[in-house]
Structure formats: C-alpha cells, structure tokens
C-alpha cells in the first residue's frame, strides 16, 4: 500500500508524492476534537479508528477503539491498516510505529482557541476539503467575535474555573492558567479568570488559594456526570462548606455538563456562548450571532 508522509508542523506532501495525491481514506484519531473537525469537514466514513474518549458525532460511537493518547493499542491501529494517523500530544512509541511503517501522522497541536482554526484549515487541506474548511472557521470567528462586541462594555465578574477534582472533596482540583482554551473562554466570555497569571496551563490549587480568590462566579467543568437537581445541591453545599465566596453568596455556582466543554472543537463555540451566559445572564448571547452563521 502506498504511503504518503506527513510534515509535523504543516500537512504538506513529501516523499515523492504530489499535493495532488489522493486525500488519506483510512484515518485513526486519537483526538477526540480531531475527530469532530474531520466529521465537520465531510470527512467522516475515513476514519476507521477513534480513542476511548470521542463520542461525537454520533456514528463514531461504533468505530473500533484504539486506546488513547497514554496507552494506545498499537496492534489494533495496526490491524486497522490506517494511512494517516491524528494525535493531540505527543506518544513517542506510536510515534516511532508510524515512522516504521511509513504511516502519515499529523499532529494536533490545539491548545488555544488561535489553533482550532488552524487545526480545521490544515486537515481541510490534508483531506482536499479547503472550501469546507473556510467555511467552518468563518463561522467559528464569527460566532466568537459576537459574544466578544457583546460583553465588551460590561463589567469583568471575577470567574474561578475548575477542570478536575475528587467527588465530595477539593483535593486536587486543577484550574487553568496561561495560553489554554478555557482562560481565553472565560476572557471572551467577559469575565476575569482568578487563575489567568498561573505558568501552566492546568495547575492544581489548594483549597485555601481558591478562597483567597474571592470569586463572584464558579463555573465547573464535569462533562463526565449527570447533571440533576440532587448532584447541583451538592456541589453548592461543597462550596457553602468552603468558606465565604461571593460566588455563593450570590448563587453564581454553574455546572457544565455539556459532552464537549473541554473538547476544542468548532462546536466549542457553543461552550463559548454558554459561559457568556453564566458570567452576564443579563445578556442574550445568542441574539447576537451575524445572520450568516445561522
């Protein structure tokens, strides 16, 4: 089977092949958000193998399961016999597997919400998609650039975000800081992430930091439970227990469940939207949108 080799940092052909050569057909992601973006682009009935963690769009739910990015299953990415292979992160025994076998590898490399359009032009290009690929970041950058103009007047609500802790306990909960997705979310959103100027990009913080914020809004990222009236009395109670926050005292303690919150995909504009939302209720985000992303 002819092989195509893919450059790192641009999905442009070598090896002897032309840009013409025919777009990969048999892709295994290993990118939840990858994965999306190829289905979004048309691109869907390529991908023959997804990672145990991607769920949307709905067809993928019965494509083989290759592991994820820590623990791939080398043999059945084999067995799929993929010609290109997606990964967010870097896996350097899958690495060195697609160097043997000659097998393209693009690597996602999706940190802020700068890189979703990238990500989405340089597959678009990858798949022979491009007018496709314009589409999807034009509506992306229109759809963000709304809620921006929306919030931009309004008064910056201090926001503590968490991304991962312990049920019932707030050991080891991870924020975000600098040069990730969610910081920008919370600044498009209006808001003032109290964790903005932390180095990494999802520090763990002590219980007592986060009190010492002092925020007027908790937004918590749970995409794995069920939100129910039972699970939304509890956390407040959690945090009731913490000590006294403006956020609680105000009743400004969200919980977003949605599937893709931490996912950054061209659906993640929704997550964008949503935030704005929790951090200015007064506004309708969505009334804002230009006609031309409806």
Request: net charge negative; hydrophobic share 40%.
């Amino acid at each position: 089977m002819a092989r195509i080799c893919l450059l790192l940092l641009m999905p442009t052909w070598s090896s002897g092949e032309s840009a013409a050569s025919a777009p990969p057909s048999r892709i295994v992601t290993i990118a939840p958000n990858s994965a999306e973006i190829i289905c979004a682009l048309g691109a869907c009935d390529s991908i023959v193998g997804v990672d145990k963690f991607s769920l949307y769009p709905p067809e993928l739910k019965s494509r083989p399961r290759v592991g994820g990015l820590f623990d791939p299953d080398l043999e059945k990415i084999v067995s799929l016999n993929p010609d290109l292979v997606v990964i967010r992160g870097r896996n350097d025994t899958l690495e060195r597997l697609c160097g043997t076998l000659g097998i393209a590898l693009y690597h996602d490399r999706t940190e802020s919400l700068a890189d979703v359009p990238t990500c989405i032009t340089e597959l678009g290009r990858v798949l022979g998609r491009e007018d496709r690929a314009k589409e999807l970041v034009r509506e992306f950058q229109s759809r963000i650039e709304a809620v921006r103009s929306r919030v931009a007047e309004r008064p910056r609500p201090r926001v503590l975000v968490t991304v991962s802790r312990q049920p019932g306990s707030f050991l080891h909960t991870l924020t975000t800081g600098k040069g990730v997705f969610i910081t920008e979310t919370i600044d498009l959103a209006g808001g003032v992430n109290v964790f903005r100027n932390l180095d990494m990009g999802y520090p763990q913080v002590s219980p007592e930091g986060m009190v010492a914020t002092r925020p007027e809004v908790i937004i918590e990222f749970m995409p794995e439970v069920e939100l129910t009236d039972a699970l939304r009395e509890r956390v407040v109670a959690e945090w009731r227990n913490l000590g006294s926050l403006p956020a609680v005292e105000k009743g400004r303690i969200h919980i977003l469940s949605d599937d893709h919150c931490l996912i950054p995909s061209p659906r993640y504009v929704e997550i964008i939207e949503k935030v704005s939302r929790l951090v200015h209720p007064e506004l309708d985000v969505e009334r804002s949108r230009p006609a031309a992303s409806e």
